[in-house]
């Protein structure tokens, strides 16, 4: 398929920004010709937003729950933090040994998870909940307002971060889903990187009369950074293989473990005056040949 923008996975498919991205839109986007004095929308007296934007916390309150999750997440208690939603069927069957595997995946978000996460509002209508809150967004680190959607279980409060087609897809994979997302992930980083190589290229040819660059000399311009020599951001490892006028450059991707880090094989040519061609394929691990 030819390497062009491409509309990647959303960041619900990311371990790490699964998480981050758990809340919903805002209310006002969910439906903006809702009254606020709807009975799903009236806030409690005692948890109105104070001066400084931030509201009372109660104990055992759905907002406390918000806040033990992301403290969990934070110290890297993850089994804990994931028992709090209604991803929990995902985790329940992993044992000590898969979450540890998981961990990469999950500190990567546990990493931007301030020390204290802002509440700035809380709605209670029964059995359901939404609190607002400021989180750092996954891509610019920035804080920005959250919504997240909360059901009463069992006495306490549990997080929702699937609808009830995504309940029973969780349900239906039990302990696979995790590992089923980050295969998805870690295709779709591989063709970001791809991209990155690609532009990388380009640039360098540009100011070196057509000519192409070995990974090395690309990094040494800060046209890529050294991840791409790294499996740990992607799990795969990449070659890059210059033809001998340095005119055509040749870079494949192969999944450092098959089955656990990634499926696809993944080779892209780039040639000047040409549009770059990125293949991908299930070769048990081998590498794809032009």
């Known amino acids: 398929m030819s390497l062009k923008n491409k509309i990647y996975l959303s960041s619900a498919l990311s371990l790490s920004m699964f998480i981050g991205g758990c809340a919903v839109e805002a209310a006002k986007n969910e439906n903006p010709n809702r009254s606020k004095t709807d009975e799903f929308y009236s806030v409690k007296a005692e948890n109105v937003p104070a001066s400084d934007g931030k509201i009372s916390v109660e104990e055992n309150s759905p ?32 044992t000590d040994a898969e979450i540890k595997d998981l961990q990469v995946d999950f500190s990567t ?12 509002g809380e709605i209670i209508t029964n059995d359901k909940a939404t609190v607002m809150a400021k989180l750092p967004d996954n891509s610019t680190g920035k804080p ?16 929702l971060m699937a609808d009830r087609a995504g309940e029973e897809e969780i349900k239906k994979q039990g302990k696979n889903y995790f590992f089923a997302i980050r295969l998805q992930v870690h295709h779709a980083e591989v063709e970001k990187m791809m991209d990155k190589i690609y532009k990388a290229q380009l640039v360098y040819s540009v100011q070196n009369g057509g000519e192409y660059a070995e990974f090395a000399a690309l990094i040494e311009k800060n046209f890529l950074t050294e991840t791409v020599q790294s499996p740990d951001s992607t799990g795969y490892k990449y070659n890059l293989s210059l033809s001998e006028d340095k005119k055509r450059f040749t870079v494949t991707a192969e999944p450092v473990v098959y089955g656990k880090t990634g499926k696809f094989s993944y080779i892209m040519t780039g040639e000047s005056g040409k549009n770059p061609v990125l293949k991908e394929e299930d070769k048990q691990g081998k590498s794809l040949k032009s």
Not at 109 to 119: F, S, V
């Open 144 to 159: 920005e307002l959250k919504e997240f959607k909360l059901a009463k279980e069992n006495g306490g409060w549990l997080i």
């Open 109 to 120: 978000l546990a990493e931007i998870i301030p020390g204290e996460i802002q509440i700035s």
């Open 63 to 94: 907002a406390e729950t918000i806040r033990a999750f992301y403290k969990n997440l934070r110290e890297n208690r993850f089994r804990a933090a994931i028992f709090m939603t209604n991803l929990r069927p995902a985790i329940e069957g992993l």
